[in-house]
């Protein structure tokens, strides 16, 4: 079971903005930074946001991240078919000295 | 261009060993901080373990430690996973990431995974 709290699942239709969550604790996203990842069919993991907010250059500002006290969110603006993959929120947990991944949003482009 | 390649999975018994290894280019290795990430079939993504640059740090996550050593050679540009015990619940992809972030799990750069089976 996954320290990081997710939406198994999403969906939208092209062009819609959906928005997908990650609640944690005071031990991880209460206290440090939250990094999102996309995983499309196949490949490996991309970043996509960092330190809550940031995208990394070449990533599409359709991509947006936020954080406010123990939970954070990615949310997805203007979605396209090439969006459809899984989702990762990351943290470091100062408790178990070690990183923590919420289990993956699978995002489906209806 | 950025390459992380991996090397060494493969079908262990359990209870058996494997080294894995990460081939690094493109970028300045030894001032990356380097994890081992894992990805069991149709599950999501358990971080494993993390090294520091200069190998001054090291640490595990629960279910590896006493079992699993990461070890680095900025010389050669190379990221290494010692397994031994291992278990079935092991099996997985398993992905050396770089992070220019201390003890961050901002990693910019991922391999492509090399798979480790462990089954009789």
């Known amino acids: 079971q996954s320290v990081l709290t997710r939406p198994p699942s999403a969906s939208g239709t092209p062009g819609q903005r959906v928005t997908i969550s990650c609640s944690g604790s005071s031990s991880n996203i209460g206290s440090n930074a939250v990094n999102w990842y996309q995983q499309l069919p196949g490949t490996a993991p991309k970043l996509l946001i960092y330190s809550n907010n940031q995208r990394p250059s070449g990533v599409p500002d359709r991509f947006s991240g936020s954080k406010s006290g123990t939970s954070a969110s990615l949310a997805i603006s203007g979605l396209q078919s090439e969006d459809e993959a899984d989702y990762y929120c990351a943290a470091w947990d100062d408790s178990l000295n070690g990183v923590v991944f919420g289990g993956g949003t699978k995002l489906t482009v209806l | 261009q950025v390459q992380l390649v991996e090397s060494g999975g493969g079908l262990v018994k359990p209870g058996g060993s494997l080294r894995l290894s990460c081939a690094a280019s493109g970028f300045t290795f030894s001032d990356y901080y380097m994890s081992w990430i894992r990805q069991a079939p149709g599950k999501g993504l358990e971080w494993v373990s993390y090294?520091?640059?200069?190998?001054?740090?090291?640490n595990y996550a629960d279910s590896v430690k006493g079992r699993f050593t990461i070890s680095r050679d900025n010389a050669k540009n190379s990221l290494y996973l010692q397994m031994n015990s291992l278990r079935a619940e092991d099996t997985a992809v398993y992905y050396c990431a770089g992070s220019s972030s201390p003890w961050s799990p901002q990693w910019d750069y991922w391999g492509q995974g090399t798979l480790v089976t462990v089954s009789s």
């Open positions: 090294i520091s640059s200069r190998s001054s740090y090291t």
